[in-house]
């Protein structure tokens, strides 16, 4: 991305600049159709379903797809395409307010303590360390069972857990940024810790924590269907992907179409945003081929 | 370098200790406590005095935490609420299983792995890249348990070449495992081989750009030989960190795979210590997969010093 191109000071323009560079890319064109396509599908699915995704129907259960049902129907008689097109709304509205708030407190406080360094950056660090090396899984659980399974423990409770990783993130790109010239000369001016990290440190580290902010999407969505699928997320008859492929694998030997929809639709929205944050990445000069699996 | 090591040793020993004091702490915040999980209805007044009194649930948090993590050091995990069996046995067996899974896992998929990562990074950009690093990325973000349903789907129901859920039980012999451990070995190999792929090509490329190499291609020596001498001893180090995250990642997040293939490990344990709220058995397991990611990293940052002698003096410096 050559700096000439940008317009200047305005950032609209570097966001415009971007978003072609991302869309001039095959992967991030087609990550990017299918986040946006998944988007307003999510948006539109409840004007445009052809059932509703409650109504059960006795003699119509585990039907094959046809003219009425495109995708059949499953053990209740539901009809499996209203359902499918329909299963994402929970999960992105969960991860889509979670997401940011797990970037922006993980991202303040990675800067802050990669400002301030030292002895209390170390002893934070291995904090994080500690918290990062118990399995996300057995950290949400716990929570969910004690406190419930609504989206009023899901938000604060992936917004929590997923901000913790960017602490590093944000920290280790505020330790590149921090020992050059213009913060010392930030600090040399008398610039107060708050003016820094703000006009400094912040639209330096900015880069890094959008391509961390689009990979947290991602799994925190994965998150979010797992513990759907083991029962401990959205509870029915809400549609849900997770659930929905839970509730089919029983009857997956003579009725696969209960499977299929929601393994389509999950599998595009995900690879849809994984895609989109690759070509991101490269787009901004951020390598991630190195980041961990967790 | 002796010293480096012991500090990396003293870390991590640190690490451990911290994460031990979370999960005691995150008990503790929690309502309820051992005895309200399991005399249920029944928790008031002097039946629940008596068995906080059984338990010694009365004395302060600080004593009982030392207590119990004095006993986890030696081995003693303690007791679970509802059986009363001692837990360190109840997880051994299914610490085996776990294991088993993952070096199976870690058998076939790290080699897989590093032979892709060369193959799409020499020819990078060529359609064998393009597909391996497409399939990668398909492979490492669909959720564990599509890709499972996918596979089963196919392999177990339509063309009925493998079973699809495991039958065994918790105490049976490895042997016996197979060859219903197939399906879940492929896709825990899947994920893994995807991650260490794409570390593997990124930095065989990286390699391949340096300046070493191009002198080396400069002087004559054959592309093979550059290949082979050169650019891989250097290129695959880098792998050793993500095969260590990937071990952890495997012991800790197979939870979903256990849960699908009703494999009986230690995952699908704690899903039902959790369900039962069986504290103590949380705190256990918590404990040990914690332990081990500790110790696998510990394990390959001491590796990568080792065979890289320009980190050694790196880090001494720093």
């Given at each position: 991305m050559s700096l000439a191109s940008i317009p200047q000071n305005s950032r609209l323009g570097r966001t415009l600049s971007v978003l072609r560079d991302v869309m001039s890319r095959p992967s991030g064109a087609v990550g990017l159709c299918l986040v946006v396509f998944h988007l307003i599908l999510a948006v539109i699915s409840p004007y445009i379903a052809p059932f509703d995704y409650r109504t059960m129907n006795a003699a119509m259960m585990l039907t094959g797809p046809d003219g009425v049902h495109f995708l059949g129907t499953d053990h209740l008689g539901r009809d499996v395409f209203s359902r499918t097109i329909q299963g994402?709304?929970?999960?992105?509205?969960?991860?889509?307010?979670?997401?940011?708030?797990?970037?922006?407190?993980?991202?303040?406080?990675?800067?802050?303590?990669?400002?301030?360094?030292?002895?209390?950056?170390?002893?934070?660090?291995?904090?994080v360390d500690a918290f990062l090396s118990l399995p996300w899984i057995l950290k949400m659980l716990v929570l969910i069972v004690t406190f419930g399974t609504g989206i009023e423990v899901l938000i604060p409770t992936l917004a929590f857990f997923y901000g913790i990783p960017v602490i590093r993130i944000a920290r280790a790109a505020t330790h590149d940024v921090v020992a050059r010239d213009f913060v010392a000369a930030a600090r040399a001016r008398g610039h107060s810790r708050m003016t820094i990290m703000r006009k400094e440190l912040l639209p330096n580290v900015l880069d890094a924590l959008m391509v961390e902010g689009a990979m947290r999407w991602s799994w925190m969505l994965l998150a979010f269907s797992s513990l759907s699928f083991l029962g401990f997320g959205v509870s029915p008859p809400t549609p849900d992907w997770g659930l929905m492929i839970a509730d089919a694998r029983g009857f997956m030997s003579f009725a696969p179409w209960g499977v299929l929809g929601p393994v389509i639709a999950l599998s595009t929205l995900i690879i849809g945003i994984n895609l989109t944050a690759d070509a991101l990445a490269k787009a901004l000069g951020i390598d991630r081929a190195q980041k961990a699996p967790v | 370098m002796l010293q480096m090591f012991l500090r990396r040793l003293f870390l991590g020993a640190i690490t451990v200790a911290i994460v031990s004091m979370i999960i005691f702490a995150g008990v503790e915040i929690l309502p309820g406590d051992a005895c309200t999980a399991f005399l249920e209805r029944e928790a008031q007044g002097r039946v629940l005095e008596n068995c906080r009194e059984e338990l010694d649930l009365n004395r302060p948090a600080v004593v009982r935490y030392l207590d119990w993590a004095s006993d986890a050091l030696r081995g003693d995990?303690?007791?679970?609420?509802?059986?009363?069996?001692?837990?360190?046995?109840?997880?051994?067996?299914?610490?085996?299983?776990?294991?088993?899974?993952?070096?199976?896992?870690?058998?076939?998929?790290?080699?897989?792995?590093?032979?892709?990562?060369?193959?799409?990074?020499?020819?990078?950009?060529?359609?064998?890249?393009l597909i391996l690093s497409t399939g990668a990325i398909f492979a490492m973000t669909i959720p564990e348990f599509v890709s499972a349903t996918v596979l089963i789907l196919v392999f177990s129901v339509w063309l009925g070449w493998l079973p699809g859920i495991v039958l065994t039980s918790a105490n049976a012999p490895a042997s016996e495992f197979f060859p219903e451990i197939i399906l879940p070995v492929v896709v825990l190999a899947m994920v893994m081989t995807a991650h260490i792929l794409r570390t593997v090509r990124s930095s065989v490329i990286e390699v391949m750009n340096s300046d070493y190499v191009q002198m080396a291609t400069l002087k004559g020596v054959p592309y093979w030989r550059i290949v082979f001498?050169?650019?891989?001893?250097?290129?695959?180090?880098?792998?050793?960190?993500?095969?260590?995250?990937?071990?952890?990642?495997?012991?800790?997040?197979?939870?979903?795979?256990?849960?699908?293939?009703?494999?009986?490990?230690?995952?699908?344990?704690?899903?039902?210590?959790?369900?039962?709220?069986?504290?103590?058995?949380?705190?256990?397991?918590?404990?040990?997969?914690?332990?081990?990611?500790?110790?696998?990293?510990?394990?390959?940052?001491?590796?990568?010093?080792?065979?890289?002698?320009?980190?050694?003096?790196?880090?001494?410096?720093?």
């Open positions: 994402g709304r929970e999960a992105i509205l969960v991860t889509g307010i979670a997401t940011p708030i797990a970037v922006a407190w993980g991202g303040l406080v990675g800067i802050f303590f990669g400002l301030i360094g030292g002895r209390v950056d170390e002893v934070m660090m291995r904090f | 995990l303690g007791v679970s609420a509802n059986g009363q069996r001692s837990i360190a046995e109840m997880v051994g067996a299914r610490l085996q299983n776990s294991l088993l899974l993952a070096a199976c896992a870690l058998i076939v998929g790290v080699p897989t792995a590093i032979f892709l990562g060369v193959v799409s990074g020499l020819w990078r950009d060529r359609p064998v890249d001498r050169h650019a891989l001893p250097n290129a695959l180090l880098p792998a050793i960190n993500v095969v260590a995250l990937t071990i952890a990642w495997l012991l800790g997040g197979v939870v979903v795979i256990e849960v699908v293939f009703n494999y009986p490990g230690l995952g699908r344990m704690m899903i039902d210590a959790i369900s039962d709220r069986d504290l103590p058995v949380v705190q256990a397991i918590a404990l040990i997969v914690a332990t081990v990611y500790v110790g696998v990293n510990l394990t390959a940052d001491l590796l990568t010093m080792v065979a890289n002698p320009r980190l050694r003096t790196l880090y001494t410096r720093k």
